[in-house]
């Protein structure tokens, strides 16, 4: 079974919006990360955020995690045509399994 | 080009034959993960090494799944007498030693059982 579960499930946006993501999961975790998958290729690492961090920037990408809560968001900020792509969430727990969340589609429109 | 390469990339088969899938990690990665996707879906956990050694197994793995690393190289991921339900995406990362960071993972090996 899948430890987390993204919200919303698809996003279509402007080009130029932010967009935003949520990861919700159920267990304790040492870190967060999230991966991109454009279609039919192979996930990409974005970002990692640790358990005792509550948010972390990366260029156009801002990560939050609230562990008492459970859950992570994802902002993409000023959105281009090729971020068009599947986020997925990645919950790591104490014994280093990798476990990945459904994902949230986003298609950014020109 | 994550330095992670699987082969082949694409496998067609008829149900009931065997297929072999092939992961060359990163050099230096002494992690190596398999992972299954189906369409929609997020990578499910299949198995990791640590080195030649397999620490851990998913429920996902049935009997007719295997995965090998004999040199702690390169990883084979076997499956026998495949189902239709086989059909998916299967993906290989690797991580390197003492990190608890990204995994790379390669463009996968998409699978398709008629």
């Known amino acids: 079974s899948q430890q987390g579960e993204e919200d919303p499930q698809a996003l279509s946006i402007q080009e130029g919006e932010n967009a935003t993501m949520n990861c919700s999961y159920k267990?304790?975790?040492?870190?967060l990360q999230w991966y991109r998958q454009n279609s039919g290729r192979g996930l990409v690492h974005l970002i990692l955020?640790?358990?005792?961090?509550r948010e972390k920037h990366s260029g156009r990408l801002r990560v939050t995690l609230d562990t008492s809560k459970k859950s992570s968001s994802l902002l993409i900020t000023a959105s281009r045509a090729a971020d068009t792509a599947s986020y997925f969430c990645?919950?790591?727990?104490?014994?280093?399994?990798?476990?990945f969340g459904a994902g949230t589609t986003v298609t950014v429109r020109a | 080009d994550t330095g992670v390469s699987q082969d082949p990339r694409h496998k067609i088969t008829k149900r009931g034959q065997n297929v072999t899938f092939r992961c060359d990690p990163i050099?230096?990665?002494?992690?190596l993960y398999w992972y299954r996707q189906t369409l929609g879906q997020g990578p499910e956990f299949l198995t990791y090494?640590?080195?030649?050694?397999?620490?851990?197994k998913s429920r996902l793995l049935s009997d007719r799944f295997s995965a090998e690393r004999p040199k702690g190289s390169f990883s084979t991921l076997e499956i026998q007498r495949t189902e239709q339900g086989d059909s998916a995406m299967y993906l290989c990362?690797?991580?390197?030693?003492?990190?608890?960071?990204?995994?790379?993972f390669g463009e996968g090996s998409r699978l398709t059982v008629l």
């Open positions: 990645a919950t790591v727990n104490p014994t280093s399994e990798l476990s």
């Open positions: 990362a690797s991580l390197g030693q003492g990190k608890t960071g990204e995994l790379f």
């Open positions: 267990t304790s975790i040492n870190n």
């Open positions: 955020i640790r358990s005792n961090e």
């Open positions: 050099s230096e990665h002494n992690r």
């Open positions: 090494f640590q080195n030649e050694a397999q620490l851990e």
